[in-house]
């Protein structure tokens, strides 16, 4: 199917069903129940999961395959943002040439900083990486001002020139749509105590994760891919052999930039407003995560580990001292206090000290991520079932000589 084996398919396939019934699989308790303040099916959380999965499918693809670990990645989310909300204020509010042009300037960008970065392997290729990003966040910031708006950031404004769209009607206000497809636009689905929400935004946003995520398969099954792989396993005896693996890690690197101005594209389609604190190394760090968390060298890592980062930023940070209240009620009053006081470092602001344990218990214990930790699963679950199988067979060749 598409030119990808059985397995392959199997997966892009489960990916694809799992992006179409977003709004069911998030949405999982009913509204006004104690529980509905985990469901993440709300628009702006389901663009983001799908969004930075584009941005750690990216990554991985140079990390993954390569083992050149970049700090710097945001700079080319930054920039991507940065060319799209400057077509929508130029050009069109049409997200389909913001994003094409955030893709193209920042291939742009990460060729030039590839080719310099690359000259060094190791953890100075990370630093200059880091040192890049950190450059052109101070520039996006303060030098140059009038270009990216500095600490107020950029967004679409009535008097803007918008040489393809027609003049706006008094008191309206540009918004980003596709082909007239406003993004925000959607509907709502009550089912019992349920609510779906279908968000034009989102379905938009996920067909270009799955385009991108069947792109990084072709990418990982192609001889480019072998070629890349080579050089994680061993660039210096690759060297030795005649091949120069410069051009295989600089194609490497822009491509991982391409997808990273994709994201930024997407953000500014969802989102009309930039900043450049999507360039500072925080964000960078971010992505690191999510790809080392899923499963740097997997497939489908990278996205489970963007969505997992992104649930707990959204929905295990806006836990307070109120819900603890709520659910330790039941509770005596000392047990219930105690209770509180253990959890609530943990929660709320104290997100990323959960995050942070998970991560160390991640690469201690599952080096290969959330996707090994599935496996290990799937691995226990076969031997039982294999156990039984043996054991039922067993029987019945006990039972065929009483019988005959």
Known sequence: ??????????????????????????????????????????????????????????????????????????????????AAIWMMKLLTMNVIPAIIVSVIVAGIFSLLVGFISLRRSGIYFSILTLAFAQMSYALAYSVLTPITGGETGLQPKINDPRVLDGALAAGETPRANLFGLEMGSGFDLTMGGWIFTFNAGYYIAAVVMLLAFYLSIRIFRSPFGMMLRAVKSNQQRMNYTGLNSKPYTLAAFVISGMYAGLAGGLLVAMDTQVGPERMFWTASGEVVLMTILGGAGTLIGPVLGAGFIKYMENIVSKINKSVLEQWFAFMPDGIEDLMITLVYPFIGKGWHLTLGIMFMLVVIFLPGGLVEGGQRLGKVFRRRDDKATSVESDAAEQRKPAAE
């Open 1 to 82: 199917m598409l030119g990808l084996n059985k397995k392959d398919g199997t997966l892009l396939l489960i990916v694809a069903i799992l992006a179409l019934f977003a709004p069911f699989i998030l949405n999982p308790f009913p509204e006004g129940s104690a529980l509905a303040q985990f469901n993440a099916g709300y628009p702006d959380l389901m663009q983001r999961l799908v969004i930075f999965g584009i941005f750690a499918i990216g990554f991985n693809i140079l990390f993954g395959l390569t083992g050149y670990l970049s700090f710097g990645h945001a700079a080319f989310l930054g920039v991507g943002s940065y």
